[in-house]
């Protein structure tokens, strides 16, 4: 009908312009606290994953994809490879 249309029209126009927040999870590490207490300038922190594993893409906080760190024009990317079940 062309209530249903309209309706269609009026959400898909506005979907774009919501704001999303995507982050990268490059990896994890668990400390002791005197250990953290000691981070400084130079400190390397050692993490959970390997050269060459995916990295966990984020969307609004909820795992979304993973992926592998590119680099493009000097900046890092990401290149989505697996898209996970939202279930």
């Known amino acids: 009908t062309m209530a249903e249309e309209e309706k269609k029209d ?3 126009s506005r979907l774009p312009d919501v704001p ?3 982050s990268m999870g490059l ?3 668990v400390k002791p606290l005197n250990e953290v207490l ?3 300038e130079q400190s390397l922190i050692e ?3 390997r050269v060459g594993d995916p990295i966990d893409v984020y969307l609004n906080g909820t795992l979304f994809a993973r992926g592998e ?3 493009v024009n000097e900046n890092f990317g990401v290149r ?3 898209l996970l079940d939202q279930e």
Do not use: A, F, P, Y
């Open 10 to 12: 009026t959400t898909g």
């Open 20 to 22: 999303v927040t995507v």
């Open 27 to 29: 990896g994890r590490t």
């Open 38 to 40: 000691s981070i400084g």
């Open 47 to 49: 993490l959970d994953k």
């Open 69 to 71: 760190v590119v680099v």
């Open 80 to 82: 989505v490879t697996e």
